[in-house]
């Protein structure tokens, strides 16, 4: 049988890889995208897309009982069998529909990519060549190396849960983490944290992540730093999992230590591709140590936060480099991220944490709790922290109710480099919201 042969091979289909094959589908190239797990990818089948549209209803929840003796007299209680039906009935058909879209313009191939060369892989036993191959198969979960890591469960699996547990363990305090958490309190669960370090949140900074982990604790959620999980086992009852900080007894056991580059079935010694822990290396190209393969997405190894919109501008770099003569290197613009907690937490720009002792920045931490906005949502968590340099706004970072609409609104004037008297001349924002308070502030 003759192989095949392609303009590009895709490995992945998640939000990089999905929108590089729209883009390639209008310049007409012989595509193929390989997908060995659910089409579409993680974010939108069992990361953010499911989990935002869960908030609707915790947040719901969780605003409810802040309003309690304040005009609302009976919190809201959430019903997880119904909140995880309508869940199943947006997203099951995603991945589906997903590969139906991609088929329309290129050839797909449903199982595992392992190269047998830099130009050559080979997936259910046949084998296809690309004149360039994209990895973008993103990451999955880390396992706990300690005994009875198997009794553990991941955040997809959570987003799935049928019936929720009295007694949950949540191993980690990253965001991933502590979103689980959020949701599964809110329905009702009693819920431990374990964790490894003194802190949580680590990327956002030390006040604000206490600041949400106070609320939490405040709404029931224990708390248990510089806990090392040590192994956990399985009774009749229940499951012990046993740290170096004591024993806890929990019905369910969700491992959130962290994500791994999904690289280990490619074989890509194989093909001289160079990797690390934190995934694929490439130049400021995107380029891998082999001419003609590339890597964008949560499968790089570098230090821009792995996320969904990241993802997404490497793709678009790519395609203009590959297709357009797009000569220069990759320039990230300003990064916008939050956690999706209750109160929210986001950030963008220079950290206030990194740069609070140099004389060369302006730190400025505002409380918005007083304001008419905040005030009627008994939200005093809200506060904005903003980081100026010779009058320029340079960073920012939020907590509260709606931090990451925060952070977002002030993102485009870090990246444009917009100084507030700039702003001011020539926008007038609604009143009395967000954006007419954080006007005043700059």
């Known amino acids: 049988m003759t192989m095949q042969k392609y303009d590009y091979i895709l490995i992945g289909s998640g939000p990089a890889a999905y929108k590089l094959s729209n883009l390639l589908a209008k310049k007409k190239r012989r595509v193929l995208v390989v997908e060995g797990g ?105 396992h706990l190396a300690v005994p009875g890591t198997e009794l553990t469960h991941t955040s997809t699996d959570v987003l799935s849960l049928k019936s929720l547990p009295k007694r949950v363990a949540i191993v980690g305090a990253g965001y991933v983490a502590m979103e689980m958490a959020t949701l599964l309190g809110a329905a009702g669960a009693q819920v431990t944290m374990l964790v490894r370090s003194d802190r949580a949140l680590r990327g956002f900074t030390k006040a604000d992540a206490a600041t949400v982990v106070k609320a939490m604790e405040a709404r029931g959620i224990d708390f248990r730093f510089n806990t090392n999980v040590q192994a956990i086992q399985q009774d009749a009852d229940a499951f012990l999992v ?36 934190h995934g694929i290396k490439v130049n400021d190209h995107l380029q891998t140590s082999q001419p003609g393969v590339y890597a964008v997405g949560d499968v790089v190894s570098r230090v821009e936060p792995k996320l969904t919109p990241v993802a997404e501008f490497e793709a678009d770099y790519l395609f203009k480099q590959l297709e357009g003569g797009l000569t220069a290197a990759i320039q990230y613009p300003t990064i916008a991220t939050a956690a999706f907690t209750f109160p929210e937490v986001a950030l963008a720009g220079v950290a206030p944490d990194d740069v609070k002792d140099d004389p060369a920045y302006q730190v400025k931490r505002v409380s918005l709790a007083g304001s008419s906005l905040y005030a009627g949502k008994n939200d005093q968590s809200a506060s904005l922290t903003l980081v100026f340099k010779s009058g320029q ?30 702003f001011r001349r020539h926008v007038i924002n609604a009143y009395p919201v967000i954006g007419d308070m954080i006007a005043s502030l700059l």
């Open 38 to 142: 659910a089409f579409g990818g993680t974010c939108p089948n069992f990361g953010c897309e499911p989990k935002i549209f869960l908030e609707g209803a915790v947040r719901t929840v969780l605003q409810s009982q802040q309003l309690v003796g304040r005009g609302v007299s009976q919190p809201a209680q959430l019903d997880w069998a119904q909140l995880m039906q309508t869940k199943l009935q947006r997203f099951d058909p995603w991945p589906a529909e997903t590969k139906a879209i991609i088929a329309k313009s290129h050839d797909v191939e449903a199982g595992y990519a392992k190269f047998v060369d830099q130009h050559t892989i080979t997936v259910n036993g046949h084998q296809y060549t690309g004149d360039r191959i994209v990895i973008a198969t993103g990451q999955h979960p880390h």
């Open 242 to 277: 046993k740290t170096d900080n004591g024993d806890l007894a929990s019905d369910y056991v969700v491992d959130a230590s962290g994500r791994v580059p999904n690289i280990e079935r490619l074989q890509l010694d194989q093909a001289g591709i160079d990797y690390d822990r």
């Open 393 to 422: 706004l340079v960073g920012v970072s939020a907590v509260g109710d709606d931090a990451a609409t925060e952070v977002n609104s002030l993102t485009p004037m870090i990246g444009l480099s917009i100084k507030g008297d700039d």
